[in-house]
């Protein structure tokens, strides 16, 4: 049987990783703008911010497993790369900056041009199905 403390331990430990994911996620949005970001940097932060903040998800979350495997793998993975590629005095100010956001306005910021990008990325994917599988198909018969 589990262990009652070990149960809350865990649940503190998520709450505390989801808690600093969020922080991040704003500090990259920060770290989009700051001016001593490199460019390779700044370029995936743009992505994963544009991502993070869109109301909508690449996967929907009603497609079993795959739909939360982007939230649980892919998203802290890429902002973990972000992070870990802009310099650290960027990091300390865009974290202040951040910290302070998220104490002001309570929650996240959102992207409407991130929104655009997942949009885009489903036009461009259900284009190329068409092109390759669909349209050839319809053709043979």
Known sequence: MLDPDFS????????????????DGVTLWFACTYPKTPWYSKALALFVVGYALSPIDLIPDFVPVLGYLDDVLLLPG????????TPAEVLKE???QGEEWIAHEGRNPRSLWGAWLIIIVWISTAWAAWLWWLRPLLLQT
Not at 8 to 20: D, L, N, T
Not at 78 to 85: G, T
């Open 8 to 23: 809350m331990k865990f649940f503190q430990r998520v709450r505390s990783w989801a808690k600093q994911l969020k922080r």
């Open 78 to 85: 890429l902002i973990w790369l972000a992070i870990y590629l």
């Open 94 to 96: 865009c974290r202040a």
